[in-house]
T-cell receptor, first 111, second 113 residues
Framework: ELKVEQNPLFLSMQEGKNYTIYCNYS?????LYWYRQDPGKSLESLFV?????AVKQEGRLMASLDTKARLSTLHITAAVHDLSATYFC???????????FGTGTSLTVIP | DARVTQTPRHKVTEMGQEVTMRCQPI?????VFWYRQTMMQGLELLAY????????DSGMPKDRFSAEMPDATLATLKIQPSEPRDSAVYFC???????????FGDGTRLSIL
């Protein structure tokens, strides 16, 4: 089983600030995914990271993957209120179809 | 855009009643997953299918929950009898290739009184 841990669980940050969400996983994970969930809504795929050193960016969000450290990060640059949501990372083994989700990070951006 | 469709979106029923939730995966996707989300437990995997065959249902309480895929366009999750502790949001997700993300439906918000 692949265990995925995120921290922090809760994050309150001011608009305009930068911050990083961390996602650690227990064993080799060849695929790492980031999702966003708005309150009362479904999960929406943000990034797919498929190899060591992969970096993906979309707007104020940038995700990276270090398979040797078993760590993925989601960096938020100059946060805006619209980024308030819960962010999940999920790992997936090369073999098999199951996704292993972290507990999620609830992000609140304060004006 | 292709979407995973779940019905019903909301369900309120009394304890002891049977509940059936349905999911139409994205056409062509060969894996289907059922998750339950609560504030206390977060996102839990209940069961998943590949090419309609159940691969893992270890997350499901077997005495009351059952999951099936009668055909490639329909997955069902049933609870019988339902209990108040089953109140949660149930998500269905489907996927295709090894590297592709899962696509989630909008969920069924279930309340058992």
């Amino acid at each position: 089983e692949l265990k995925v841990e995120q921290n922090p669980l809760f994050l309150s940050m001011q608009e305009g600030k930068n911050y990083t969400i961390y996602c650690n996983y227990s064993t080799t994970s060849d695929r790492l995914y980031w999702y966003r969930q708005d309150p009362g809504k479904s999960l929406e795929s943000l990034f797919v990271l498929l190899s060591n050193g992969a970096v993906k960016q979309e707007g104020r969000l940038m995700a990276s993957l270090d398979t040797k450290a078993r760590l993925s990060t989601l960096h938020i640059t100059a946060a805006v209120h619209d980024l308030s949501a819960t962010y999940f990372c999920a790992g997936k083994r090369y073999t098999g179809n199951q996704f292993y989700f972290g507990t999620g990070t609830s992000l609140t951006v304060i004006p | 855009d292709a979407r995973v469709t779940q019905t019903p979106r909301h369900k309120v029923t009394e304890m002891g009643q049977e509940v059936t939730m349905r999911c139409q995966p994205i056409l062509g996707h060969n894996t289907v997953f059922w998750y339950r989300q609560t504030m206390m437990q977060g996102l839990e995997l209940l069961a998943y299918f590949r090419n309609r065959a159940p691969l893992d249902d270890s997350g499901m309480p077997k005495d009351r929950f059952s999951a099936e895929m009668p055909d490639a366009t329909l997955a069902t999750l049933k609870i019988q009898p339902s209990e108040p502790r089953d109140s949660a949001v149930y998500f269905c997700a489907s996927g295709l290739e090894q590297t592709q993300p899962q696509h989630f439906g909008d969920g069924t918000r279930l309340s058992i009184l």
